[in-house]
């Protein structure tokens, strides 16, 4: 059976797909299942959500403080199961990601996350911290429930690297376009168009870049070489810069993503 993130890049192999990611019960849970239904209505491709964590190391400032948010309005997995449910109850054939530190699902455990993953519609896991070394356990659960695991893969990764992750990858291959944390800088589109071709030449997964991917220009360039784009801390700013005015904050996030979602196109 084919997994619900290969089809969306099979379904329109031509039209690139936007990702949104935004941390899930930030800033409370009823505005993070607000800002899911924007996502949702405005035709987003895959939705990333992430799961609250008190020490999100490959976070810059802008995603480290919407994990703090979330944190102290008490959300914790259930609630991210609940927003994916919410979600898959709108629109049952958008893939959602979960995305977060491998801690969160050990305290969890292993058996009862994977198993709150397949009731609420989960298609797939990017784990920040996981290594290929140490991922037996989680990979095992989720290819029996045909869940994708989306690894990450760094300007840094070389070859004999990007075999070993790419050896049980699937859905696509997420490549991190800057180097440090989210939010920091801005992708450098000569040196992706490199890394694109260097991926390619070892794996047939599609490839989305994400970090330093900031509004709609971006998201343009970056189509024209891989086969979408991830766009995050731009939408949590919009929420940090707004906790006062939650109808503002929704509005922006509206138009935000509209003008995202064109820049697939061009």
Same mark, same amino acid.
């Given at each position: 059976?084919?997994? $619900?993130?290969?089809? *969306?890049? #099979? =379904?329109?192999?031509?039209?690139?797909? %936007?990702?949104?990611?935004?941390?899930?019960?930030?800033?409370?849970?009823?505005?993070?299942?607000?800002?899911?239904?924007?996502?949702?209505?405005?035709?987003?491709?895959?939705? &990333?959500?992430?799961?609250?964590?008190?020490?999100?190391?490959?976070?810059?400032?802008?995603?480290?403080?919407?994990?703090?948010?979330?944190?102290?309005?008490?959300?914790?997995?259930? @609630?991210?199961?609940? %927003?994916?449910? @919410?979600?898959?109850? %709108?629109? @049952?054939? %958008?893939?959602?990601?979960?995305?977060?530190?491998?801690?969160?699902?050990?305290?969890?455990?292993?058996?009862?996350?994977?198993?709150?993953?397949?009731?609420?519609?989960?298609?797939?896991?990017? *784990?920040?911290?996981?290594?290929?070394?140490?991922?037996?356990?989680?990979?095992?659960?989720?290819?029996?429930?045909?869940?994708?695991?989306?690894?990450?893969?760094?300007?840094?990764?070389? &070859?004999?690297?990007?075999?070993?992750?790419? =050896? @049980?990858?699937?859905?696509?291959?997420?490549?991190?376009?800057?180097?440090?944390?989210?939010?920091?800088?801005? +992708?450098?589109?000569?040196?992706?168009?490199?890394?694109?071709?260097?991926?390619?030449?070892?794996?047939?997964?599609? /490839? /989305?870049?994400?970090?330093?991917?900031?509004? +709609?220009?971006?998201?343009?360039?970056?189509?024209? *070489? +891989?086969?979408? +784009?991830?766009?995050?801390?731009?939408? !949590? =700013?919009? *929420?940090? #810069?707004? $906790?006062?005015? =939650?109808? !503002?904050?929704?509005?922006?996030?509206?138009?935000?993503?509209?003008?995202?979602?064109?820049?697939?196109?061009?």
């Amino acid at each position: 059976m084919t997994n $619900l993130i290969s089809q *969306i890049f #099979k =379904k329109n192999k031509d039209q690139k797909k %936007l990702v949104t990611f935004i941390t899930g019960g930030d800033p409370d849970f009823e505005t993070s299942n607000k800002i899911i239904e924007i996502l949702i209505k405005n035709n987003v491709d895959i939705i &990333e959500i992430g799961m609250p964590f008190s020490d999100p190391m490959a976070d810059g400032p802008t995603i480290q403080l919407s994990s703090n948010r979330a944190l102290n309005n008490n959300i914790d997995l259930d @609630n991210i199961f609940q %927003l994916v449910a @919410n979600a898959k109850n %709108l629109k @049952n054939n %958008l893939p959602i990601i979960l995305m977060g530190y491998y801690n969160v699902i050990l305290n969890y455990g292993i058996d009862d996350f994977v198993k709150n993953c397949v009731l609420n519609g989960v298609d797939g896991l990017i *784990i920040v911290d996981l290594q290929p070394e140490e991922d037996t356990d989680l990979l095992i659960e989720l290819k029996k429930n045909n869940i994708d695991l989306i690894r990450l893969i760094t300007p840094t990764t070389d &070859e004999n690297r990007l075999k070993l992750i790419l =050896k @049980n990858a699937s859905g696509f291959l997420y490549y991190v376009s800057v180097m440090g944390t989210t939010g920091q800088k801005s +992708a450098n589109i000569q040196e992706l168009e490199q890394s694109v071709k260097f991926i390619r030449k070892h794996s047939d997964l599609p /490839v /989305v870049p994400g970090f330093g991917i900031k509004g +709609a220009e971006d998201v343009s360039k970056i189509c024209k *070489i +891989a086969d979408g +784009a991830v766009v995050g801390s731009s939408i !949590i =700013k919009i *929420i940090e #810069k707004n $906790l006062d005015q =939650k109808k !503002i904050m929704l509005e922006k996030i509206e138009d935000f993503t509209i003008k995202l979602k064109q820049g697939t196109y061009s």
